[in-house]
């Protein structure tokens, strides 16, 4: 149920007369304050998109005033000039930087955790969680499988909305198959899949093709089995119930696409490559608006368990793993 200026006020703790914004038939409270915990390409792309000046209605309703980066963040990802320049990126959009979680919190409704590093998130999630805070946690959630249901539970035991997915949910072919009520019967999807030591394998690059192959299955899948795991590339098969199989390739040379094929009841779509972060930012917004997560934890869930099972299977020479025992 969509909520009005008034309850979202209240569900979001705003304090003080809420002025109001019209979104199509919507009326909402006016520039909910969201608040970013560390420096990353997200940090700097989401706040060029949601603070823009000439941003359409789809986009109304949020805006990032404040960025928290924690020292000692690990970034594997980043060097500190980068950093340097994502932090520059950030301030010409308005955003602040505070100095302290406590002061992130005060100036903000909403948390989304853009540490590129998933170790840190419970740290990081906890006290927006505490504070009731809805969070957006952008991937990976954390480190292995563990640490992601973790993170889960606590929201789950504390009533607070939470939310995660890769950009690649939200390509326009993928979402219309999604969006038609009638799933794939199986799917063939590529990306990179660039590796860190410190996360489970496919956490860390991998999951953009795998949610984009959930968005075309949908949950359900049962077993997986990496028939294949190299230097340059992976390949994971996934069984879902009625016959349906789902196959994720991943690389790591200079094959830096995404894309797939669907196979639907009368036709083989392809998938199309990645289309930008605006169409995530869009239902990030969403989220904070409506405290209402686009993409349901029980499907989280099991992406991370599908890629954690994967990792299991490489290291059992490619043996069927089962997701109920991850």
């Known amino acids: 149920m969509l909520k009005t200026a008034a309850t979202v006020g209240v569900g979001l703790g705003i304090s003080g007369p809420a002025s109001a914004v019209a979104i199509g038939s919507r009326v909402l409270a006016s520039d909910i304050r969201l ?3 560390g420096l ?31 020292p000692g963040n690990p970034d594997v990802d980043f060097t500190k000039e ?100 009638s799933l794939a019967n199986g799917a063939n999807v590529f990306s990179p899949a660039r590796l ?23 949950t359900g899948c049962q077993q997986v089995m990496q028939v294949k795991h190299t230097d340059t590339e992976d390949v994971v098969i996934g069984y879902w119930p009625d016959d349906r199989m789902g196959v994720y390739r991943g690389f790591r040379d200079d094959r830096w696409h995404y894309g797939g094929t669907a196979f639907l009841k009368d036709s083989n779509v ?36 599908f890629m954690e099972a994967a990792m299991k299977s490489a290291a059992l020479g490619g043996k069927s793993v089962r997701l109920n025992t991850i």
């Open 270 to 305: 392809q998938l199309g490559e990645f289309e930008g972060y605006r169409p995530l930012v869009v239902k990030i917004a969403e989220f904070f608006v409506t405290n209402q997560p686009p993409v349901s934890p029980t499907e989280t869930l099991e992406i991370y368990r």
């Open 196 to 218: 860190e030591k410190s996360h489970t394998d496919l956490f860390w690059y991998g999951i953009h093709g795998v949610e984009m192959l959930y968005t075309v299955m949908g």
């Open 35 to 37: 608040g970013i915990v």
């Open 40 to 70: 990353s390409v997200h940090s700097a792309a989401f706040s060029q998109i949601l603070n823009d000046p000439d941003k359409t209605s789809d986009l109304q309703g949020c805006r990032i005033t404040a960025l928290y980066h924690p």
């Open 82 to 181: 980068r950093l340097a320049k994502f932090e520059k990126e950030v301030v010409e959009m308005g955003v602040k930087i505070v100095s302290s979680m406590d002061e992130l919190l005060e100036m903000t409704d909403g948390i989304l955790i853009e540490t590129n590093d998933g170790r840190p998130h419970m740290e990081q999630v906890l006290p927006a969680l505490q504070a009731k805070k809805p969070v957006f946690v952008d991937k990976p959630v954390a480190d292995n499988f563990a640490n992601v249901l973790a993170i889960y539970k606590k929201a789950g035991e504390m009533g607070v909305p939470i939310f995660s997915s890769s950009s690649l949910r939200y390509g326009k072919i993928p979402q219309q198959i999604r969006q038609s009520g």
